[in-house]
């Protein structure tokens, strides 16, 4: 399937999901799916109390596997969520699998104030420098190298301008936020060569399903654990800082990677908490 096929089973995919009606979608023979993490029967979960669709709406796509990818937000009762959605198709265009992951607030372990989702043309514009699909894994799993046991040291390349947007809020260069977390006022390479995030314990069941090869995009799955014992640790500056999670705690992460000239460019993240240590129930499929 071309890029255009792909889009259009996307289109109608996000149109059944507005109107609450899984029966609009082409679902393959036992078409799995699920919802942060948990896999539910067709219909259930958000289908029944989606209001609409944000504004945002970045897709991008794989046509070597078939699959395509949508970064965006929905609407609830109570809020807007940041919304991420992965989609397998067979070889006949039915959707095989569809993989949610939905950040409600109002549930989340950690809450970012004010997000807001919006778009940004370096995830939309083809790659000038393209490098091979091997490659793009490559140094998008050199990201989660360099974030477990952050301790400054680089297992990736960073563009010098890149950029990081979690839950619909930037946590790099960001005057703002930096008010409450200070390091977000250094730039991507930056926070990692100060080993700010050595409480990160381990990047686990790292996936990497879908390839934008055009456009130098890469979607990635995991999940972030930490085990809570790290009370203090040392930055590669010599401060000696307080871990902010001191109990047993995971992240289920979906993590969308921009990647141009070899490096990575921009970096576009949902994610939530889960049980500690909670297995993916993709990973026996």
Known sequence: MNRSALYSVLDGFLAALAARNPERVAWAPGAKTSENNVMLP??????????RLGEYQLRFADPKTRQ???????????????????????????VAEAEMCIV???????KFENPRYWTKPILEAVATAPVSRA????????YFDTLQLNDGTIHTKFHPDCNRVENGVQTT???DFAKIVP????GCEEQFRMGNYRYDDALRARRFPLVDEER????????IDHSGRL????LTDGRTVKSPVRRPHSFYISELFKIDHGMLCQIEANFITVPYRMPSPWDHL
Do not use: C, K
């Open 42 to 51: 067709i219909g259930d979960g958000v289908w029944g109390t989606i209001e």
């Open 68 to 94: 395509v990818g949508y970064f965006g937000a929905i609407h609830e009762h109570i809020e807007e969520s940041g919304f991420t959605l992965r989609l397998a198709l067979n070889d006949r265009g039915e």
């Open 104 to 110: 409600r607030q109002s549930d989340s372990g950690i």
């Open 135 to 142: 490659e793009m894994v490559a140094l998008s799993n050199g």
């Open 173 to 175: 260069r960001n005057p």
């Open 183 to 186: 390091v977000s006022a250094l």
């Open 216 to 223: 130098g995009l890469v979607l990635a799955f995991g999940f």
């Open 231 to 234: 009370a203090e640790y040392q």
